[in-house]
């Protein structure tokens, strides 16, 4: 009978104590005009980098932590900003051809975060799955959080996601053409 007490006394403890206890979750909205996804490939011959802008997206915390996200980027906006002129409108249409991202097929890229660790004060290795032209990889980087910004750099294989042109690894004697299969992107968000 003391232990139908004690298990009764335990029992009644935890549902007060959950019933009491919040947990402090909030989503927050990115604010998509003070926010920035920057990109830069590299090539034998030098580098070129440009913007794309986000359509969409929002950081998940409980308890001031980060714990989840989502991100959609208009891959239509998907600029360069180190050209000018006649080359700019060039590079611009030919990373928006079927050779690159497939633009028109794939109006965006998706970034869904499935798991994030604490790495340090205000810092997170986050993993997630960037969809780039439909296809679906899991992609792992570190995310800082200050205030209400957040910094991201991700280096993301293009091959993986089939975009090929240029690739030594599916083209031989490309010489000074060759384009190498990483490129970067460095996302300042603002929430």
Known sequence: MKTFKNLWLIAIVAIFTFSFTTVNAQQKEIKIANSKVIWKGYKVTGSHEGTINLKSGFLNFVDNKLTGGEFVMDMTTIITTDLTGEYKGKLEGHLKSDDFFSVEKNPTATMIVTKVEVSGKNSYKVTGDLTIKGIKNAVTFDLSVYGNKA????KIDRTKYDV??????????LKDKAIYDEFDLVADLEF
């Open 151 to 154: 910094n991201a750099s991700l």
């Open 164 to 173: 090929r042109y240029g690739s030594t690894s599916f083209f031989d004697n």
